[in-house]
């Protein structure tokens, strides 16, 4: 049966706490206020009464929402006043030991039919209720900083809770104006878990001197549509908080190579480069402000050889009598470039074979230019390789082989670089300057491999059965930000399309954590969207 919740008490008045305090008493839930340490509770709610009276003097809430929502907060000192509301949050240090002790307590002072909920990012709920006497109404609620805006919570059942207690709470946090998403208690619920794949393949890319930081971040910001680079988002959320959770998910799957982290966040974590924090991580900081690039992280590939060199080159080339074969993995990618060049006067060379003169442009998918020119039959040294995964009009990628000579790097740069020609803008017919971005060879490109992960693990997920396919996609797009969701995201580009950049990229590294989950090949190799479910079953997984 679903409680109807008048009342709730927040122990831990952080900024997490408060936040928690905050959406509960705008939507006319009574909160009471508790903080171990003397005067943080008061602190808290004086800090929150600030803040919402400066969003009264904008004209957000009106004084009568002001005045209503500042006196369901109440401050207690003494935790056993607890005793008569329905749900208790912990909000509290993330430490096993110390939670457990906690709840241990909080046993002692309420009724048995509240309801204590824990907002644990990281630990098992199932361990944090393990000493309790009712583990049946222990559950995750768990929250994303800044909770006002985040409008995303996770509910987490552990392997004793209630059915009731689920319901109950994923109903409160609909009423605070949030989504609550259902998740089984594994590392990482959804949120944390589906947010691997992205930091973790960028530092991946860029520990193999694809392309150095800067030249990452901007091709998934806008080639791929995410909000903020890994990077920036690294340096944001900051090394000290990301690369332990990096270790402790890891670790907890009992060391999958998905979730593997890099070396190089643990010797920034050593070297003190934290972030915007301490004004220095892969960028650096003045008063909270990017200035500039730490020039010592940038790739072998870009040292050596200068964009800026094919930029120039670019900008000088004579296109007037450059012709082009296209070799393409997919029709729709050739039938796009194809009338991209013709547009711009360009010769296309459609003989069998390129002329020795020809550039060659390969769009491809989860391979190197090396061995694409070699399956296509043709010379590297005239092949530039294109990603057509990203939208041409915003960003490209170009990826020239290792014996690819410069003229015809240069070409390809006059071509997609950005003087060319060939971006419009979406509101007029007006030429654009869109930007283009040159990376050494890789197995996939930088998008391809970061957005293929992404949707991979998400379908993975799906399969484990931690949750919805819908809940999934939610979760990770309000979450984490990101474009859409990694379900939605593989209908959209194609499943067959992601199964064939990972499966050309395991087959080529051979390694595992680029093993396409069994959910998406399945799909792929029916042609159903990544969203449909099994319900044959007596007892289906959902």
């Known amino acids: 049966m679903i409680m109807t919740v008048k009342s709730l008490a927040i122990i831990g008045t952080g900024i997490m706490g408060m936040g928690i305090a905050q959406i509960a008493a705008q939507a006319g839930i009574q909160v009471l206020l508790f903080d171990a340490k003397a005067g943080a509770a008061e602190q808290g709610r004086q800090s929150l009464q600030a803040m919402l009276e400066k969003l009264a003097a904008k004209g957000k809430f009106t004084d009568e929402q002001l005045q209503s929502t500042l006196s369901n907060l109440t401050v207690i000192e003494d935790i056993a006043k607890i005793a008569d509301v329905d749900v208790v949050i912990e909000a509290i240090i993330e430490n096993l030991d110390i939670k457990k002790q906690l709840f241990k307590q909080l046993e002692s002072l309420v009724p048995a039919e509240t309801i204590l909920a824990t907002n644990t990012s990281s630990l098992a709920v199932t361990a944090i209720a393990s000493d309790c006497e009712h583990p049946e109404r222990v559950a995750g609620f768990h929250f994303f900083n800044p909770v006002p805006l985040m409008k995303i919570v996770e509910v987490i059942p552990g392997i004793s809770t209630k059915p009731s207690v689920v319901e109950t709470l994923t109903t409160l946090a609909k009423r605070m104006g949030h989504l609550g998403v259902v998740a089984k208690d594994t590392p990482g619920f959804i949120v944390n878990h589906g947010g691997r794949a992205y930091g973790t393949e960028a530092l991946k890319i860029l520990g193999e001197g694809i392309a150095g930081f800067e030249d990452i971040d901007r091709i998934l910001r806008e080639g791929a549509g995410f909000r903020m680079g890994p990077f920036e988002l690294l340096d944001l959320t900051g090394i000290d908080v990301s690369h332990p959770v990096m270790e402790s998910i890891y670790n907890q799957y009992y060391s999958e190579p998905r979730y593997r982290p890099h070396p190089l966040t ?277």
């Open 266 to 542: 643990r010797q920034m974590l050593t070297g003190n480069k934290l972030g915007r924090k301490v004004g220095e991580g892969f960028y650096q900081y003045k008063n909270g402000q990017k200035v500039t690039a730490d020039t010592s992280e940038q790739s072998s590939f870009e040292a050596s050889v200068s964009k800026d060199r094919f930029s120039q080159k670019g900008a000088d080339a004579d296109t007037s009598n450059l012709s082009v074969w296209i070799g393409a993995d997919l029709a729709e990618d050739k039938q796009q470039l194809t009338d991209h060049l013709n547009a711009n006067g360009i010769t296309i060379d459609d003989n069998d074979q390129p002329n020795s003169d020809s550039l060659i442009l390969l769009a491809i998918y989860g391979e190197d230019t090396t061995n694409a020119a070699i399956r296509y039959q043709v010379n590297p040294k005239q092949a530039v390789a294109i990603d057509m995964l990203t939208d041409l009009s915003k960003h490209r990628t170009l990826m020239p082989s290792i014996v690819t000579e410069d003229n015809f790097v240069a070409q390809a740069y006059a071509l997609f670089g950005r003087n060319n020609k060939l971006g419009k803008s979406s509101d007029e017919d007006s030429e654009v300057a869109v930007d283009a971005t040159l990376i050494a060879e890789s197995t996939g490109f930088v998008a391809q491999r970061v957005v293929a992960m992404v949707i991979n693990l998400g379908c993975d997920i799906a399969m484990q059965g931690i949750a919805t396919p819908k809940d999934i996609d939610n979760a990770v797009k309000l979450g984490l930000g990101y474009p859409y969701g990694p379900i939605s995201w593989g209908d959209e580009l194609g499943a067959e399309r992601i199964l064939l950049i990972l499966e050309r990229i395991y087959g080529l590294t051979g390694d595992p954590r680029y093993r396409p989950s069994p959910w998406l090949q399945r799909h792929a190799k029916l042609g159903i969207s990544l969203f449909t479910q099994q319900t044959n079953l007596i007892n289906p997984i959902f």
